[in-house]
């Protein structure tokens, strides 16, 4: 398959597609994107136009149908990730799909099955994973840098909905406001769960954690009105891996920072690692290190290897990370699939997580996993 031009369809031609899927594919000569489709026609016909995609369309369907595309990316809003996503794997398409697949992981489970009966390959939005830092510590990591990993901390916050006049859209307004639905776990929580998993070289045996509302009345975007919105604006839990390692994680909509707001810490026998993906003063992500007989943290440059092609440490986040996301994705896809990280599986791992964490919650105690399937 190496020598072939992978042909994408995207569905969604909001925010997110147009800052970073959309940028990403257009990045790299082995694809070419033939389709964008939104249900909103106009924006269909916009990204068209911007970004040079020859066929607008208003009918995901009909595009996850066509027998001429080897890729479906779904970019739309949560709740129907899950039904493109799998209705393009019946398709036979190889599948990048944004964070959750859903809400449910034993349904990310059943999609991560159906792609591997049909020999597809998959990708979630996990966007840190990619970034050249959090990639540069895992190659360390890999090497012996770390030695036994003892203890994981992660954090996914930033101050984007201190201010509740700001329209989220990670809620449901028909939930019952008197019972805490779980938001900032799930929207922000994924992706340091999914890098812990990966740094650590282990899922979450058991969990335990709590969360809390802080701001009870905000902007909702699906509605434009202020609303009673119980959601977890912070959570943090701890847990302990299946390897013996330990690990903290907390995330937020209301800790002032800025996007991205990672950072994920990693102890081992033999060093220590932080990567912070913090943009202050115009460089998004710094990775510094430890060891026993050097205590004191030293800044390393990432090397250039971990940069997609033309990037570089001043560059947007959400176009660096996405770029090596997309870079990696094509690769595996051309190079035969034996490779294929941060898949459903990864996606339904960490969703357990959330699962775990939600319970725990709810019935104040440890909760051990794999959860019942
Ligand atoms: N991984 C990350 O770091 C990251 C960052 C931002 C957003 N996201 C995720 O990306 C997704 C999209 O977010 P966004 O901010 O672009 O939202 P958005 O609302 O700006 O865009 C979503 C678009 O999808 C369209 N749409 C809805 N249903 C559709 C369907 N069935 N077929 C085709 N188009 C459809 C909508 O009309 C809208 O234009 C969300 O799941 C969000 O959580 C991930």
């Not at 540069?136 to 990591?141: D, E, F, M, Q, T």
Request: include cysteine; glycine fraction near 10%.
């Amino acid at each position: 398959m190496a020598d072939r031009t992978l042909r994408v369809g995207v569905l969604g031609a909001g925010t997110w597609a147009r800052g970073a899927h959309i940028p990403g594919w257009l990045r790299d000569p082995r694809c070419k994107v033939v389709a964008v489709c939104d249900v909103d026609p106009a924006k269909a016909r916009d990204a068209a136009r911007h970004f040079d995609i020859p066929e607008p369309a208003d009918d995901w369907k009909a595009v996850v149908s066509r027998p001429d595309l080897d890729v479906i990316d779904v970019v739309t809003p949560s709740h129907t990730h899950h039904e493109l996503a799998v209705a393009a794997l019946e398709a036979g398409k190889h599948v990048l799909c944004e964070k959750p697949v859903a809400y449910d992981f034993r349904d990310t489970w059943r999609a991560a099955a159906l792609a591997r009966r049909k020999g597809l390959l998959t990708k979630l939005g996990f966007t840190f994973r990619y970034s050249p830092g959090v990639g540069y510590a895992k190659s360390l990591i890999d090497e012996g840098f770390v030695g036994t990993p003892f203890v994981f901390n992660g954090y996914e916050q930033n101050s984007q909905w201190l201010d509740p006049q700001t329209p989220l859209r990670q809620v449901d307004p028909a939930a019952d406001p008197s019972v805490l639905q779980v938001s900032s776990l799930e929207g922000y929580g994924a992706p340091i769960i999914d890098i812990g998993h990966w740094w650590v070289g282990a899922a979450y045996a058991r969990v335990v954690g709590t969360m809390r509302n802080f701001i009870p009345d905000r902007m909702v975007r699906a509605t434009g009105r202020m609303m009673r919105m119980n959601i977890d604006d912070g959570t943090v839990f701890i847990g302990e891996y299946a390897n013996g390692a330990i690990g903290s994680i907390q995330t937020s909509y209301v800790t002032i920072g800025n996007y991205p707001g990672i950072e994920a810490r990693i102890y081992g026998s033999r060093g220590a690692i932080i990567c912070r993906l913090v943009e202050e003063g115009g460089v998004a992500e710094t990775i510094r290190v430890a060891t026993p007989s050097q205590v004191e943290f030293t800044s390393l440059e990432i090397p250039q290897r971990f940069y997609p092609a033309g990037g570089h440490p001043r560059e947007s986040w959400r176009s660096l990370f996405y770029a090596n996301l997309i870079k990696d994705f094509i690769g595996e896809i051309l190079d035969g699939g034996d490779r294929n990280q941060g898949n459903f599986e990864d996606g339904a791992r960490v969703q357990e997580v959330i699962n775990a964490v939600e319970r725990s919650f709810r019935e104040r105690r440890w909760v051990d996993l794999p959860l019942e399937r």
